[in-house]
């Protein structure tokens, strides 16, 4: 049995309206110094450079999933049913503490390091820190199985189905979110009606028939802000800074350690070593913001640029690549302008399909509950989806460099 | 030179927020009886039967599209150049005008007359009306080229499109509109990028390629709104019961034309004549819901059991039809409850693709601009599009019958 | 007990989301044929003259209430431990039946009448009619007892508080509503809030004193809805034409009854006899719209000249009243235009407090309990309603004429 | 003339759906690092440790209330007539620049400074940055123009009234900017209509008669925001631990300099010299927040324990202060725990009247002008706001204290 909260507590969000939390050890872990941490990591990394109110935090985000998997707990017919008291909490908790090791503009700072996030999260749970304190003091068995839940190795897979398949809090919660801060109408889609429309089957979450037109609407929402959000070239742009800023850094420390010395924050992830809990958390936004901020008074022509960029905006122009030919053209012409084509001109492809049937395992999928009581794979009984899904993937290549270079008449 | 109203005025709109109207011949034509009497014509005819919120009128939504062209009309860059003051004036008219001729639950009342409301719109605007004599007295040739605009004969057809291509003024009001008046969020899309995205090149209204994914996000608006609105089998059934009851009183005056005497407001669609200009304005709802009321108590049991099932939302049952043999089975049951199939049984079938690049005139598709100015047809460059339009069309047919027949677990 | 739905039923609304409907004998209420003539009357009467998405039904607002009065007993902390399973029933029932006596066009309808909509209400609730069966079959006593709550007769003061106090379920979904479908801002108010903070004590509803702003907010928006919308001139114009039209008809038929033969929907209220159910029941919005486009072709000219005024909007001008003499001088220009001022001048006076402290019963004021428990009426602990109590009240008089006698530019 | 944009840039807000740029030297002006660096300045400093979701910025605030002025420039009528382009383009950046100024939780920060925002928004304007030089380059007089305006010293009282008045862009703006990012309904109201009905009469802003109540409207929204969420105790919580921390750092700093050396973020405020321009701007977010990441394990342990306080949310408890006898009882309590009481124990007041007629100059107030023209102050025709502004001032004063030292049931 978890303690309750002598008071149920609520906290006031625009896409929930409320936040409801219940349980001592969910408010508690609310608070721990892990968790406040994410106030200071953008959702959404660099996108607040094309779509400037897109300032909010991980923070927000995961209590927006943390409230989503709580109603699937407490109001979706069968879930309830099929889970023990130490299940609904563990994964609730899951939902809450999914991004714990997130680290700013996570997508370009993966690159210097040697693990993806979702380690870091593992770590920080089962690790030395104050959250993996508390959740073991509510149980003892807790940090493992919300370890387990979000690493996809728990043995219920309705849990993990429920943080991360193709119909999970996680997405359903940035979707709404990212598209309110944005103000783009693209993210939307209703919810209320997918949560009404949930069922258990087949030990799995599966969605009623007639809930089949909410779940379309939720794909085309998720492909669109792909597409207008998260791949903007803009934001892309900044990210291409970002790498090459990251391995300007990482050269010159291989190059000579001392020329680094005094930027304490970042050495930690320059090193070989591993990175401990300690060092990684005391790594957020502000910590990497100011350590941009000396990087542009370095005395390395190269380093000290390209933070100037990134602190002022003045970001990376960028083309359509039709053919490896044209990369080596332009890296002729970075060069010719006298640019160092190693960290001048950055190279990526956006690709994303809305839903993928194929691929991933069985949680992962969305499920149809037909009326007679059958259960059918999303693309199998949709129309939409499966003609989405046989249709041609759209791909998106570009390469980056200084607008300087060349004349380009790029979005804002 | 059209005269200008002494102060602009503007009406309060949830879609549009206001409504700007400048022109007198604009003001004086939405203060015409023929125009009024839309405020008595339910926009979505039976859907309040489901959706009890969706109460709008033909009047409100005619409003929205004039507000739509009127913003075409002055604020997309090329379409303000391209008309002439007279085509702009003639096409907000159009766009006001273009439902004149909707008479009340328009799709089932169409069965027992010889025209379709267009033909209505037409003569109400060139005939002896009140609404004709405003537009003659602003200049003697607007009556017609309104609407030749309506029914796709003006030459210029840059207006027609913008009244009715499928990416026009019509249908981006009632998405909006009806999905903000039923309270579902499928028919929203992001109609200020729309305007802001188009252009005219090659006389017609194409998309600017940075607008498709608002435009793939309109059609599946459309699509949606179909299937979860439009086509929802409760007001499929009330259509049903409605047909029947038509069906039935037309036959009762074939039969014995006295048997209706008094039912005055019918008369005039049961007969094999024209029906007049005054006749046709006459019928709206009121007198159309006031006539079924008296029908309750009609001596015909067929007729007064119809009335009373509209009246009270008793409607018809429905099911899946799976081969003709379906209905044969339940013509039997139908007839050994004691009802006559002839009334108490109908099929119909609902289809719908969300955008057909194959049918109808150029001035009904879709154009995209590329960047590189090139125009293409909107499935040619969406991969989303091209995966609909290739896949399997989406279809429904339904039987309807007394639900006392046999015992069906329909949605409310 | 009373018996639950196999399934629990939920119906869309912009307002709530949904409507959520688990007892039997509420679903069989609502498909009442008394419930369902509710769909056939305009929940603001005559404001979509003015306000012309103001489309909605009675219908809709009294779903509304019942959904609002279902979350206050189900949600609200102490109104459930504090009420039967019998009162629960029927004061949910009585939010959705407060209307049932409603007539088209209340305010001005009820002039020829010798009794208010409450009247009818009980009438209708206690008398021979469908529902009336409905109740007394799901418990012999519930007619009774929903007729006592709506008609402040019963004995448990915190029913009718629920729905006839200052903040009430009725005012609170009207207001909402309303703002919703004329699409202006100025009644919306933070309901989720104000259920959160509200209690029973004393055997009464009381608001936290950490909710007193919210209901601030709400006095304001009632405020406000008044003078932007409730009481907006055009609306009261057309009450002005109305009420001199059934003026007219009661004189023309005191004078000479055959001069209304064949206005069968309009005979029996116009009878000195008490008006039977049925009769009342019959009287909707399209027998009343229908009996209007009839009388517009009555010999009488008066009659049918402020019937067609009506129908096309041709609606009396306004001017305020300075002083008695004005309107003295207003008369005679009236009749010196030839309008019989009888039916062609007529004066109202419009008036309304925020929130009245000093009226009515101690179970429709507000109360506040602070945080030490204290119960306090509103306007003692809110600075804002204490100052707007004691500050001078807004009033305003006017007089109604035909827009020809005196040029006047009012607003649209 | 000033040199336009060779395309009219718009970015997406959700405030205003879109902020259009047509003007070079205003595009230039948001790519200036001074104004990038408001992206790292919450609008509402600590509010964010109340309503989760209050993470916006100054720099999205600043663009809506340059959004704000540019239509007042370009739609209010009289507007544009009575300014020249000079005007016209200065007043708009001076609604986008005004709050250059703001350093990172101002409020409190200003406490350790000599001088307030409205200071260094003048010194960065008029002295050696990138904006002077970018604004200086458009016109040589503009830098100037700008300041007097933001400084209420230039001639024309018109552009200051757009931009600080009682009814101005800035409020404006932020009312509707919080409330949608608090994600609470208390900031909402009208701005199309108040924007509607804007005119200018005795080279003021007036408001048209007919706008009253959008008005009121607007003066009850600032009324809730400032007691609802800009006072809310646990954002003075969090300014009372920061101002604490900050006088900590200060008295540190005079006693022993040497203790803080490496804190070079700091130590230009700590001085009594003058902050150069370059320091101040280097002052953002980021920048504080690292280094209060670095205070943490300062060995001082008042200083580490404060700064561990903000970093984790452990904020002080507070209660309401009833006489003067009261705080010196919490004084011994607090020693009593063993916490110095100069740091431990910080009292203040909150006071706001939604509307001040009798302060200010005539430029601050709220004009109004009736039907007739003429033109009076807002508490003189509104009976709202009169009665508010005769009514009892609300006031709060609270002392802030560690929760450790006495047991107190707070707000989350």
């Known amino acids: 049995m978890f303690e309750l909260l002598a008071e149920k507590k609520v906290m006031r969000d625009p896409i929930h309206e409320y936040i409801h939390i219940q349980y001592k050890v969910i408010w508690d872990s609310i608070d721990s110094p892990e968790f406040q941490r994410l106030r200071r990591i953008h959702q959404l990394g660099p996108t607040f450079q094309v779509y400037h109110t897109a300032e909010h935090s991980r923070f927000s985000h995961s209590l927006g999933v943390y409230e989503i998997v709580r109603r699937m707990v407490e109001e979706v017919e069968g879930v309830k049913e099929h889970l023990s008291e130490f299940e609904r909490v563990a994964v609730m908790l899951a939902g809450l503490l999914h991004d714990l090791g997130h680290g700013p503009f996570s997508h370009a700072f993966e690159l210097i390091q040697n693990h993806h996030h979702e380690y870091y999260t593992g770590q920080i749970l089962l690790g030395e820190s104050k959250i993996h304190q508390i959740l073991a003091d509510a149980d003892v068995n807790l940090p493992k199985a919300i370890a387990d839940i979000i690493a996809h190795r728990h043995p219920n897979k309705l849990l993990t189905q429920m943080i991360s398949g193709q119909l999970d809090a996680d997405r359903m919660d940035y979707l709404l979110r990212d598209a309110y801060f944005t103000g783009t109408s693209y993210g939307q889609f209703d919810l209320e009606r997918i949560l ?154 956006a690709k994303q399909q809305p839903y993928q049937p194929y691929r991933g395992k069985e949680s992962s999928l969305i499920w149809v509950m037909l009326k007679d009581g059958r259960i059918r794979e999303l693309s199998d009984v949709s129309v939409i989806v499966q003609a989405i899904v046989k249709g041609e993937d759209k791909s998106d290549r570009k390469m980056f460099f200084p607008k300087t270079c060349i004349e380009v008449s790029n979005e804002q």
């Open 196 to 349: 009404r429309t949930l069922r258990v089957a087949d030990d799995k979450l599966v969605v009623k028939e007639s809930g089949i037109h909410t779940v379309e609407d939720y794909i085309m929402a998720r492909y669109h802000m792909y597409w207008q959000v998260y791949y903007h070239p803009v934001s892309r742009s900044f990210e291409a800074v970002l790498t090459s800023f990251f391995r300007r850094m990482k050269d010159l420390y291989h190059n000579n350690p001392i020329s680094l010395a005094g930027y304490d924050m970042f050495t930690p992830f320059l090193r070989d070593d591993i990175v401990s809990i300690e060092d990684y958390v005391a790594m957020d936004e502000p910590a990497f913001m100011y350590g941009m901020s000396m990087c542009k008074k370095h005395p390395d022509k190269i380093l000290s640029d390209l933070a100037r960029r990134l602190l002022t905006r003045d970001l990376f122009g960028y083309l359509d690549i039709d053919n490896e030919k044209t990369i080596v053209e332009m890296k002729k012409k970075v060069e010719a302008c006298g640019f160092d084509s190693e960290y001048y001109l950055t190279v990526d492809r």
